[in-house]
């Protein structure tokens, strides 16, 4: 399952504030120009024609590839000349799968990840019939960027190799802080002070905080008509269940799969589970949680979060309050991150690994020559490389980022600043200088960190900070051990299967989930029935597949 979904990039790209998407401008996403280069990045010597290559690419809005800054860069860098096959947004994935029908397709395919990718069955099935190319050697010989960080990333060579050890492709690995910790809850911390309420703690305190919110006239204007605490429906950290489960059991938002001693297991069977839905349903009983939160979407949710009579927005869900607020509002800094709670046992956050999807953006097919394989292989590395990245992602250096000046502030505690963006002018045209998210190729944490941002975390100039200091409060508090479902390679055999019964058992988790909270089941009269209802849907069976899954591809990346 994709670690950044479409909702919550489509939310990040709309807002072009968080560092992890890009603008229009191409200089929205984090990347560092540190390191040297290496031989695969050294400007092409020879004086030979150059090779012409054909790629299937996405072109977004303010970008024309074939005039491009960063295509002009690249080809004369290593002597190639590229034959773009450009399509648009809209139907991509479609296109991309009668592009592989026809027979006539091109030498390459580099994509742009949330817009659409190859998925792993794509590549297990397209790599076995010969139609995607294995990249080892090349990699082996023309790539030591790549080589070096699959070798000093464990995570990035498993999701990058399939059970029988090919790599078919090259995925975008961006290790977005904020977004690892998707589930976080922001309070209203000025209703906290005009009430002499302190940041609650633990889920008692916290449902004494909603009642107060709920009961005693928070926003002062004669009027009960607070909401304690709301949310949405989508996959961006907006449903409330995993922040309020979390202090219980081990809520992660997606599977609502535990992992213990290299063991995969159904946290929604275990008794904490029926605890934390207790718990959630005492609130909801209480009038202390909205009900649209459980069927309302973002739009909805920032009509209360934006209402225009009065601040009525008590808590709101979510990876960042932008979602419920606009950041240009007088109520933007009215809300602020609450901590994990601590229940009676545990105090979880539900963490995944940053928006880093599963699958390939970038592959070479059967129809390349090998001085294009070759070629194709060192762009890729000189992806891997902070220059590369950023100006492929964000842009040239000059145009869409600088060096940083004295005394700018890098993103990350204690991290030297490298890259100053360049911030676009009003009515200023595209600039055209790199390839946005097709550029997405090797982003990982210290790389991120490492871009210049103010200090004031309230100017929406620099949101980045405000989130990246929310999270420090989450990091850390997931559980040691985490299933890695986003790097899993399910046996094709077994692929049909295992999707049919994960969105079935996720189904069933979500509904009895919701009736239970709202009073439609019981917790005690219908749990064993509950219970039985998912060993009725194979749960069993799911979490055999899924434990075959992991053993294989830990296998396959050791």
């Avoid at 605490?229 to 950290?237: A, K, N, Y």
């Avoid at 979390?246 to 589970?273: Q, T």
């Amino acid at each position: 399952m994709k670690k950044a979904t479409w909702s919550l990039l489509s939310v990040l790209l709309v807002l072009s504030l968080a560092l992890a998407a890009c603008s229009s401008n191409n200089s929205g996403s984090n990347a560092s120009p540190s390191q040297g280069e290496s031989a695969s990045g050294s400007p092409a010597e020879s004086s030979s024609k150059p090779v012409e290559i054909r790629v299937f690419a996405v072109q977004e809005q303010g970008i024309d590839l074939a005039t491009n800054k960063y295509t002009q860069h690249v080809e004369e860098k290593f002597n190639i000349k590229f034959k773009f096959e450009t399509i648009p947004s809209d139907g991509a994935k479609e296109k991309r799968q009668i592009s592989l029908a026809s027979g006539d397709y091109p030498d390459a395919y580099i994509l742009t990840h949330y817009i659409d990718q190859f998925s792993q069955s794509d590549l297990l099935k397209f790599g076995q019939q010969g139609v995607i190319v294995p990249l080892n050697d090349l990699i082996d010989q023309y790539a030591p960027n790549v080589k070096a960080a699959f070798e000093s990333n464990a995570d990035l060579k498993l999701l990058n190799t399939a059970p029988d050890g090919n790599i078919y492709g090259l995925g975008a690995y961006t290790q977005c802080f904020h977004c690892s910790y998707p589930n976080k809850m922001w309070i209203n911390t000025k209703w906290l002070e005009a009430l002499s309420l302190p940041m609650p703690t633990t889920p008692e305190e916290f449902k004494n905080v909603l009642k107060a919110f709920k009961t005693q006239d928070p926003n002062q204007n004669g009027k009960a008509d607070e909401v304690a605490l709301s949310g949405s429906t989508e996959e961006f950290g907006v449903r409330v269940l995993p922040f309020l489960m979390n202090p219980f059991v081990y809520n992660d938002d997606r599977n609502y799969l535990n992992f213990s001693n290299g063991k995969v297991e159904s946290a929604a069977i275990k008794p904490e589970w029926k605890d934390g839905l207790a718990y959630v349903k005492s609130l909801y009983d209480e009038g202390l949680i909205d009900p649209g939160a459980f069927t309302q979407n973002a739009e909805a949710f920032k009509k209360i979060g934006e209402n225009a009579d009065a601040e009525i927005l008590g808590a709101g869900a979510g990876m960042h309050p932008a979602i419920f607020l606009n950041l240009d509002g007088a109520r933007a800094a009215d809300y602020n991150p609450v901590p994990p709670l601590q229940g009676p046992n545990v105090s979880f956050a539900t963490h995944d690994n940053g928006g880093v999807s599963p699958g390939a953006k970038f592959v070479i097919t059967n129809k390349a020559s090998e001085e294009a394989k070759i070629a194709l292989i060192k762009l890729a590395d000189y992806m891997y490389t902070p220059e590369g990245q950023t100006n492929g992602a964000n842009g040239m250096k000059g145009i869409d980022w600088e060096d940083p000046a004295p005394g700018d502030k890098a993103l990350g505690e204690n991290v030297e600043p490298k890259v100053k963006p360049i911030p676009g002018k009003q009515g200023e045209p595209p600039r055209n200088a790199g390839w946005s998210g097709m550029g997405h190729f090797y982003m990982p944490k210290d790389y991120r960190d490492s871009w210049v941002q103010g200090t004031d975390i309230y100017d929406p100039a620099n949101y980045e900070r405000r989130l990246y200091e929310a999270t420090l409060k989450y990091e850390g508090r997931e559980p040691q051990e985490l299933f890695p479902i986003w790097s899993l390679w399910v046996d094709p055999a077994t692929l049909d299967e295992s999707s049919m019964l994960q969105t079935n058992i996720r189904n069933y988790i979500e509904q009895n989930a919701l009736q239970f909270v709202t009073g439609n089941k019981d917790l005690d009269k219908d749990w064993d029935s509950y219970v039985k209802g998912l060993e009725n849907l194979k749960l069993g069976r799911y979490l055999e597949i899924l434990q075959s899954a992991y053993d294989a591809s830990a296998k396959a990346g050791s």
